[in-house]
């Protein structure tokens, strides 16, 4: 599995940005994807999470920075994940990443129950 983010880029403080997260190869979706994001000298910081739960329904956790702001979101027939960022702040700067993890009934909330990842896209958030 292959997964490429897309979607980073410059944006004021308060607009809004939707990053894409494409997985290429065999791929489940009723793994954990999760979003993840890394500002310079900092340690990488969960950001959201997702799983499928069968039908139409989905499981989702937020990190607290990004409760009420950010969305996450799976389109299964496209293997895809979005992260859809609003109300957009400076400390929202940083490279965002998103990554897989093992199948668990929990949504892992750290990066290093995560095993396949891809290779970031930079957000930046001007004030």
């Known amino acids: 599995v292959q997964l490429v983010e897309s979607g980073g880029g410059l944006v004021q403080a308060g607009g809004s940005l939707r990053l894409s997260c494409a997985a290429s190869g065999l791929t489940e979706h009723n793994i954990p994807t999760g979003w993840f994001r890394q500002a310079s000298g900092q340690e990488r910081e969960f950001v959201a999470a997702i799983t499928w739960t069968g039908g139409r329904s989905f499981y989702e956790e937020y990190g607290d920075s990004v409760k009420g702001r950010f969305t996450i979101s799976r389109d299964n027939p496209k293997n895809t994940v979005y992260l859809q960022m609003n109300s957009l702040k400076p400390d929202d700067t940083a490279v965002y990443y998103c990554?897989?993890?093992?199948?668990?009934?929990?949504?892992?909330?750290?990066?290093?129950?995560?095993?396949?990842w891809g290779q970031g896209t930079q957000v930046t958030v001007s004030s």
């Open positions: 990554a897989q993890a093992p199948w668990q009934m929990t949504l892992p909330r750290t990066a290093k129950e995560y095993d396949i």
